[in-house]
């Protein structure tokens, strides 16, 4: 059965189960491996990308569930705040093992979106579905602080 979906821009359609989960649609099916697989249980926010621009965990989100709808991965990332958080990202070397760094940068994408000057408070329920092993959280809640500076000036 096929599915049509808008992935990064472009009219995309997928012979795949409806019910495979859009993680592995976006990886196997498409062959974009930015978004990562982390739990498989919608916890640590790994598989992060935008569903109408607002970030979900693709893991546990059915194909079907997403048909007509536009999907943002890691990959189609291109808007303003995404270039702020990425360079605030580099600034800030914010990563060390890296592997939760797409979901990361997607949540905070979205934050910066709809909050283009948000607090601690704002930032830490933000992000707090997405887990970083290395905890780098004071440097991901800096970075983000950087971004939105940068483009407030």
Not at 51 to 74: D, F
Not at 80 to 108: L, N, R
Request: glycine share 8%; aromatic share 4%; net charge neutral.
């Amino acid at each position: 059965m096929s599915t049509t979906l808008i992935l990064n821009g472009k009219s995309t359609t997928l012979d795949a189960d409806p019910n495979m989960p859009l993680l592995w649609a976006i990886r196997e099916v498409v062959g974009l491996h930015g978004t990562k697989f982390g739990c498989g249980m919608a916890q640590c926010g790994a598989c992060t990308v935008h569903l109408e621009g607002q970030p979900i965990r693709s893991c546990m989100m059915p194909l079907s569930a997403v048909a007509g709808r536009n999907i943002t991965t890691i990959e189609g990332l291109h808007s303003k705040q995404a270039q702020a958080i990425q360079t605030a990202w580099v600034k800030h070397q914010v990563p060390q093992c890296g592997y939760c760094q797409s979901g990361q940068v997607m949540s905070a994408t979205a934050l910066l979106t709809q909050n283009p000057a948000p607090t601690d408070a704002d930032i830490d329920a933000a992000m707090s579905g997405n887990i970083c092993r290395c905890a780098t959280y004071t440097r991901i809640r800096a970075a983000i602080h950087t971004a939105a500076e940068s483009m407030q000036g």
